[in-house]
């Protein structure tokens, strides 16, 4: 079962920061925090993992609660082309049974 | 290139009739994944492997049957007893250690008619 909660929902201006949250109070130690995207009709993509620390990529930023109980995907300057839904799953590396919860319907706006 | 194909991309059956969609991988990843999804719904796990010769049920595994013989192939059969097929199913494969990010393929949508 997923371990993470999102919200169902939520609207972006265009060229703003969209900051998108996931609880995952049951984190364990060892489980890695994991965000995809899928674009209408494909298969989901890859955007950033972290631990413990805050990550960054080209694509976005991820921060972690010192807790780790929960965390934010930044999109630093959305586009409409990052609406899309967005999905925050948590596992242990060598924990191979992965179940996606609903995600977060993020629609950027003009 | 190496990634996942999945085919057919489009498949239309019969109600009542099995229905196998191809999933395979060319980046040496050791496990495999089945997902089903529903408009406006995520995604949801129906079998999983590990390794070769070897699989585990997911949330939502009735009606469903795969196989692992290979390991580059993770074929999934959609069985007549399945109640509601119609759905995109995609497949995924991850590699085990640190950077165990998952590779999805681009789906296969089944239409039961």
């Known amino acids: 079962d997923a371990k993470t909660t999102q919200p169902t929902s939520m609207d972006c201006a265009e060229g703003r920061a969209a900051n998108l949250p996931c609880n995952h109070s049951?984190?364990?130690?060892?489980?890695?925090v994991y965000w995809y995207r899928q674009i209408h009709s494909q298969g989901p993509q890859y955007i950033i993992h972290?631990?413990?620390n805050n990550e960054t990529n080209e694509m976005a930023s991820l921060i972690i609660t010192e807790d780790r109980k929960s965390s934010t995907l930044i999109l630093p300057h959305a586009t409409l082309r990052d609406t899309a839904v967005y999905y925050c799953?948590?596992?242990?590396?060598?924990?191979?049974?992965?179940?996606f919860g609903a995600g977060t319907t993020v629609t950027v706006r003009a | 290139d190496g990634g996942i194909t999945q085919s057919p991309k489009y498949l239309f059956r019969k109600e009542g009739q099995n229905v196998t969609l191809s999933c395979e991988q060319n980046l040496n990843h050791d496990a495999m994944y089945w997902y089903r999804q529903d408009p406006g719904q995520g995604l949801r796990l129906i079998y999983y492997?590990?390794?070769?010769?070897?699989?585990q049920k997911g949330d939502i595994a009735e009606g469903y049957s795969v196989s692992r013989e290979k390991k580059e192939s993770f074929p999934l059969t959609v069985t007549s007893a399945q109640k509601n097929p119609t759905a995109f199913y995609l497949c995924a494969s991850r590699t085990g250690g640190y950077n165990g990010e998952l590779f999805f393929g681009e789906g296969s949508r089944l239409t039961v008619l």
């Open positions: 972290g631990l413990k």
């Open positions: 799953i948590v596992f242990f590396t060598y924990d191979y049974k992965l179940s």
């Open positions: 492997s590990q390794i070769v010769n070897d699989f």
């Open positions: 049951t984190i364990s130690g060892n489980e890695y």
